[in-house]
């Protein structure tokens, strides 16, 4: 279910999902280009994270964007509801930049107790099938009355055009358009998104790649449609993210929550992303502001 237009705003999308009946593992938590919202309706979201020893549970898990997977330890049944949300949508719900949560993991209590509190309970007391329009209809309410301070325009223009073209845009580029300086631009963006635009386009291009792959291109085709050097520097890449060349990679996504499926249960993805082709950008209008 995405949110295309929550007052306003775009860049949520909400995914209720069960799993059960699958042998105890492991998932990978990806990197992606947004922050990921995590409402645990079963034994609590339990994560291993980077740099970090031991595990953590959560019940209302709020992940912030990172460019290494974390590991998502389950028993075989996971039950819940994952929101992804644009670094926009983090503005709008919280009042604060996405860099506050760049590769960090914090129960959603921790900045909007009242907002957990409601997804947590209004979520669990619903059936599975109404479980998206009812956690919708409250981030929609939670958007009502937040008063975020806007974000600086010439950051989020710079996010939109590597959003816009899957991560295959220069920095050069970015501050041709911009009419900026690069260190003014790495400046502003890094102190809204965490990450300067040559990071943010790298973990654009790995979203975008890791989707093709995940729905069957092959790994040459995907590597010259990302915008990577050749099939061997993408393999890199995947390597240095996910801790597994793409080969590798769709075999252990494949491995998991194995044997759900065989007991006939609904298995829906834990974390999907809203991924798609884009178009490379070639517009060449400037977009400095004046006065």
């Not at 309970?121 to 059936?127: E, L």
Request: aromatic share 6%; hydrophobic share 40%.
């Amino acid at each position: 279910m995405e949110l295309r237009h929550v007052r306003g705003l775009t860049g949520i999308s909400i995914n209720p999902y069960r799993i059960i009946g699958a042998a105890p593992g492991d998932h990978l938590g990806l990197p992606s280009s947004t922050v990921t919202l995590i409402v645990d309706l079963d034994g609590g979201l339990s994560l291993s994270e980077p740099d970090r020893s031991g595990r953590r549970t959560f019940r209302c898990c709020l992940g912030g964007m990172h460019l290494r997977p974390v590991i998502i330890h389950h028993t075989g049944t996971q039950i819940g509801v994952a929101a992804s949300l644009s670094p926009a949508a983090v503005r709008a719900l919280f009042g604060l930049p996405a860099a506050e949560l760049w590769t960090t993991n914090i129960e959603l209590g921790d900045v909007a107790p009242g907002l957990a509190r409601r997804l947590y309970d209004a979520t669990g007391t619903v059936p599975h099938e109404e479980r998206g329009p009812v956690a919708a209809r409250i981030i929609d309410e939670a958007t009502s009355v937040a008063r975020a301070r806007a974000i600086d325009p010439d950051a989020e223009r710079a996010w939109r055009l590597i959003q816009h073209a899957g991560g295959q845009i220069t920095v050069a580029r970015l501050v041709e358009l911009s009419g900026w300086s690069a260190r003014y631009l790495t400046r502003v963006f890094t102190a809204e998104y965490g990450v300067g635009p040559k990071q943010a386009a790298r973990l654009a291009r790995f979203d975008h790649a890791r989707a093709e792959l995940e729905t069957g291109g092959a790994i040459a085709d995907v590597a010259a449609d990302c915008g990577y050097a050749d099939q061997a520097h993408l393999t890199r890449e995947f390597a240095r993210i996910t801790g597994h060349p793409p080969k590798e990679f769709l075999a252990v996504r494949a491995s998991e929550f194995s044997g759900a499926a065989a007991y006939g249960i609904d298995v829906d993805e834990l974390c999907p992303r809203d991924v798609r082709s884009r178009p490379i950008l070639t517009t060449t209008r400037r977009w400095r502001r004046h006065g």
